[in-house]
Each structure stands twice: as C-alpha cells, then as structure tokens.
C-alpha cells in the first residue's frame, strides 16, 4: 500500500514539496502556505491525474469502451481515425499538451476530402469528450 501524501521541507531549496501521483510540487517557502496549498491539491487530485495521462491511453480506453457499447461499423471506423491520429501525434503525449496545431498537422499530408476531415474531426473531439464526461 502506497506512503500517504504529506508535506515535506527540502533544505537545498529551503521550500516544502509533496509527491502526487509520482510528480513533485513545490509547495512554497512558508509552511502555513504550503499546507494550505497542499489540502487544496489534494482536494484536486483527480485533475492531477489527467496531467499523465497520454493521448494514447485515452484513445485505447476510449475504443474499448466503444468495441462494447457501439455497433462493429462505428468502431472500426473510430479505431481507423483515431490510430491515425496518435501515429501524427505520438503515442507519448500528454492529453494537456494537446493543441490546434496537432490537429492541423495530421491533416496536413491526408488527401482527404473535407467531409472525411470533418468526420475525423468529429471522432477525435468525441473521444476527449467522453473522456471528461
């Protein structure tokens, strides 16, 4: 069972710090500070978490959920999309680092007519949506 998260002082940098889902964060130079910050990042947690998460491991997690609870032509149409765009993308970006410019740039060298963007478009921004709802 993992240590609980609690503040700590680092004397190098003379501020306190704690480990959220293995990331340090500092906390600041006063201790009354810090723990205020603390128990507000602990009250957030879960927004920490979607810091690591990588567009990959979203995408996956999105088509199994859409293998079981959509028909077989949707998802082999949602896994051709989206396997095209983490290929453009990366498979080692993080979802919070996704930008306009990362869509623009898959496009880019697809001769794709513009229903087909719009429809790549559409099971791109569905699958991030699913995953904040």
């Not at 002082?9 to 293995?22: K, L, V």
């Not at 993308?89 to 979802?95: A, D, L, M, S």
């Not at 429809?119 to 791109?124: K, L, S």
């Amino acid at each position: 069972m993992p240590r609980q998260s609690k503040p700590y002082f680092r004397e190098q940098t003379q501020s306190w710090y704690c480990s959220i889902n293995g990331k340090q964060i500092s906390l600041g130079k006063q201790k009354s500070e810090a723990l205020k910050k603390f128990y507000e990042l602990m009250g957030r947690k879960e927004d920490l978490r979607t810091d690591s998460t990588t567009v990959y491991q979203l995408t996956q997690t999105y088509l199994d959920w859409c293998q079981k609870n959509k028909k077989p032509s949707t998802y082999t149409k949602h896994l051709h999309y989206l396997k095209s765009f983490v290929e453009s993308t990366g498979k080692r970006i993080k979802v919070g680092q996704v930008r306009k410019l990362h869509l623009t740039k898959w496009f880019e060298d697809k001769t794709w007519s513009s229903t087909t963007k719009n429809d790549a478009m559409g099971v791109v921004k569905r699958a991030f949506n699913w995953a904040t709802e």
